[in-house]
């Protein structure tokens, strides 16, 4: 079953502009992560956000967690060609030992 | 180079037959993953190793066998391959359990004829 469920399912915006992603979950967790992939890799770690903290930033990245609602959002600012990618929230199992579980993600296309 | 690496990167096969697929990380890393990516279901977890000869099953285990005798890699093997295990298979480790980020690999995508 999915934890993590990000809304929008894509997104296309223009170059320049901030793309804002969402991601809801359903149980109690100790961290979120988000996660990008670009076509035909691997994913790359971005960020993680543990439980306690309600922003985290890295570069034009910015995450929210509100435990209460049960949801983050991923915002990237002054978006590049090169942020065109999925992005994907992830949350762990269990006491993260055992994996993580993923949402189905947001596919993101920067417009040049 | 370190990292975590995946082969082959495509495989084309027939229902039936056995397939491994190959990690190797480079990085000492405890814990060891084996997700499959599908269209409409994200990444699903198959395996996950705690350490060497340490294996546990993930969300869809079944049809799929794994063994982890030396702690940088991390062998997965189809049994006797079918059509509905077509997917992309990625490969993922990290240091220790709790607040940790995973390192992929590139990925393997197999193709069941």
């Known amino acids: 079953s999915q934890q993590g469920e990000e809304d929008p399912q894509a997104l296309s915006i223009q170059e320049g502009e901030n793309a804002t992603m969402n991601c809801s979950y359903k149980?109690?967790?100790?961290?979120l992560q988000w996660y990008r992939q670009n076509s035909g890799r691997g994913l790359v770690h971005l960020i993680l956000i543990r439980s306690n903290e309600r922003e985290k930033h890295s570069g034009r990245l910015r995450v929210t967690l509100d435990t209460s609602k049960k949801s983050s959002s991923l915002l990237i600012t002054a978006s590049r060609a090169a942020d065109t990618a999925s992005y994907f929230c992830a949350t762990p199992k269990g006491g993260g030992a055992d994996g993580l579980t993923f949402g189905k993600g947001t596919h993101l296309i920067i417009q040049p | 180079d370190a990292g975590i690496t995946q082969s082959p990167r495509y495989k084309i096969t027939e229902t039936g037959r056995q397939v491994t697929l190959m990690c190797h990380q480079t990085?000492?890393?405890?814990?060891m993953f084996w997700y499959r990516q599908d269209l409409g279901h994200g990444l699903r977890l198959i395996y996950y190793?705690?350490?060497?000869?340490?294996?546990d099953k993930g969300e869809v285990p079944d049809g799929y066998v794994v063994s982890r005798s030396k702690t940088e890699n991390f062998p997965l093997t189809l049994e006797s391959a079918t059509r509905s295990q077509t997917s992309v298979y990625f490969c993922?480790?990290?240091?220790?359990?709790?607040?940790?980020?995973?390192?992929f690999g590139d990925g393997t995508r197999l193709s069941i004829l």
């Open positions: 190793s705690a350490a060497a000869d340490i294996t």
């Open positions: 993922a480790s990290n240091p220790a359990e709790g607040n940790q980020p995973q390192h």
């Open positions: 149980t109690s967790i100790n961290n």
């Open positions: 990085w000492s890393h405890s814990y």
